[in-house]
């Protein structure tokens, strides 16, 4: 995973949770900060280059150890492209998946 892309996951993470903005600002664009209809976890749905990408709120509810961390209080969001789950944001540092 490239630098910019690890820096642009952190930067929606720390918007949309920690500074909990409506919109979340990248380069030129805005994109808005919606609520899942069910769980009311935070959502975002952006572009970074030529991906579309999607920011999810981790749900506290769940049996993973990224819930558990939520549980605790950290702020965890995952991070998805094309329904695959590529990368987790907690506590400012990135961790990505293996493909």
């Known amino acids: 995973m490239s630098a910019s892309l690890e820096s642009v ?8 949770l920690v500074d909990k903005k409506r ?5 030129a664009e805005s994109y808005p900060v919606r ?9 975002i749905d952006f572009r970074f280059e ?10 506290p509810n769940t049996k993973s150890r990224w819930a558990k961390l939520t ?14 789950y590529i990368a987790v944001v907690v506590g400012g540092k990135v961790h990505t998946y293996t493909q």
């Not at 919109?23 to 380069?27: G, I, K, N, Q, R």
Request: no cysteine.
């Open 23 to 27: 919109t979340v600002d990248l380069d």
């Open 9 to 16: 996951l952190v930067s929606v993470w720390q918007q949309s």
């Open 50 to 59: 030529d991906r579309e990408l999607r920011g999810l709120e981790q749900n």
């Open 71 to 84: 549980r605790e209080g950290k702020q965890v969001m995952q991070f998805l492209e094309g329904g695959k």
């Open 35 to 43: 609520q899942t209809s069910k769980s009311k976890l935070k959502q």
